[in-house]
């Protein structure tokens, strides 16, 4: 079965500064990878979603970019950091079958 | 678009005991996929069980088990002999059959144990 990687596990970063949250995946091949956000006491945002290398889907507008440089990879970026970035971001895969996702165990991001 | 609403922000139940979380949704399409899934303190989420909506039979996974009412858009989770360990966030899911990658989550309902 596959496995979810993300790093780093806490973030403290100051407003304006730049974000790189990885996400890798083990045991399984050409996944579909997928960004959310989980802000306090809400449920979980789809931001990107990818079903190759290369390829990204964005759902919500805004100043935060993804990129997936391989098949296993997913890296979710930032070139300036808002207030509003502040949250918990997982990382999930969906290898087939019926939809279900498998998530990593998320990154917690606070933007001072 | 889908919508998934969880009515219920805060439940809890004696150890031991049985509870019920609701879960409604809004589609105008026939066929797509229902799921629940569970996040611990540790923060990572995990499927506790999912249905397909083609299927009449409701999904059983162990302690856990499913209400789905397809003509009422309902898909409440029953945990039976409550434990302690099943103290959680617990978040409904909607997936579209076509075409369309999203899983769309409700908000969620904080479930706490009583000892």
């Known amino acids: 079965s596959q496995t979810i990687h993300q790093w780093p596990a806490t973030l403290v970063q100051p407003v304006g500064s730049p974000l790189s949250l990885e996400c890798t995946v083990e045991?399984?091949?050409?996944?579909?990878l997928y960004w959310y956000r989980q802000a306090a006491g809400r449920g979980l945002q789809l931001l990107f979603y990818?079903?190759?290398?290369?390829?990204i889907s964005s759902e919500v507008p805004q100043n935060l970019s993804a990129s997936r440089p391989q098949d296993r990879q997913f890296i979710l970026s930032s070139k300036k950091l808002l207030l509003s970035d502040s949250g918990f971001y997982l990382c999930?895969?969906?290898?087939?079958?019926?939809?279900?996702?498998?998530f990593g165990e998320g990154s917690r991001l606070t933007v001072l | 678009a889908q919508t998934v609403t969880q009515s219920q922000p805060e439940m809890s139940v004696q150890e031991a005991e049985t509870v019920t979380l609701s879960c409604t949704y809004d589609?105008?399409?026939?066929?797509?996929?229902l799921f629940w899934y569970k996040q611990p303190p540790s923060r990572q989420m995990i499927l506790v069980i999912r249905?397909?909506?083609?299927?009449?039979q409701n999904a059983t996974e162990n302690r856990f088990s499913v209400n789905f009412q397809k003509a009422a858009k309902s898909f409440s989770l029953k945990i039976s002999d409550s434990q302690l360990g099943d103290a959680a966030m617990y978040f409904c899911?909607?997936?579209?059959?076509?075409?369309?990658?999203?899983?769309?989550f409700g908000t969620g309902t904080r479930l706490t144990i009583i000892p």
């Open positions: 999930a895969c969906r290898t087939g079958g019926i939809g279900e996702l498998f």
């Open positions: 045991g399984t091949s050409n996944p579909n």
């Open positions: 990818s079903v190759g290398i290369g390829q």
């Open positions: 589609t105008s399409e026939s066929d797509y996929y």
């Open positions: 249905q397909e909506a083609y299927k009449q």
């Open positions: 899911a909607y997936r579209s059959v076509f075409g369309n990658e999203k899983l769309t």
